[in-house]
Structure formats: C-alpha cells, structure tokens
C-alpha cells in the first residue's frame, strides 16, 4: 500500500521521488486544498469515508499507508 501511495502521491501532487515514508504530507509539499483533494481520492478509489482528522499535514506517508489499510483497502492490481 506503501509504494502505491508513494506512486499517487508523485504522479497527482507533484510530489518528487524519492518519497520518504516518514516525511509528512505537509513536508511532502501538500497543503489543506491537496489534503483535502487526496482524502476525497483515497475515498473514491478504496471506497471508505475519509473523516475529518484522519489526514492531517503531519501524517506520514507510512501513516497514510496504515490508515488506508486499517480501513480494509487492499492495494490495487
């Protein structure tokens, strides 16, 4: 779930690889408008509801990852 995060977030937001897991989304170059763009994405592709709250600029992309999955999204073929 990790590296397909790490591939959404550098191809749709512009994020340049090499992605580290631990930055944040903030560090990562995403603001309030991305975080709200990426949370409405993962909600459209894993169909779950993104609360408010469970994306914040201080989650990390390894975070993300493990909210996803905990959500029960499994990564895409």
């Known amino acids: 779930m990790q590296d397909h995060l790490i591939e959404l977030l550098t191809r749709s937001y512009q994020v340049p690889a090499p992605v580290d897991p631990q930055h944040t989304l903030e560090e990562l170059g995403l603001d309030s408008l991305g975080l709200a763009e990426l949370g409405a994405e993962l909600q459209d592709r894993f169909g779950f509801l993104v609360?408010?709250?469970?994306i914040l600029p201080t989650t990390t992309v390894a975070a993300l990852a493990e909210l996803v999955?905990?959500?029960?999204?499994k990564?895409?073929?």
């Not at 609360?51 to 469970?54: F, L, T, V």
């Open 75 to 77: 990564t895409p073929r």
């Open 69 to 73: 999955e905990d959500k029960g999204a």
């Open 51 to 54: 609360e408010e709250g469970d």
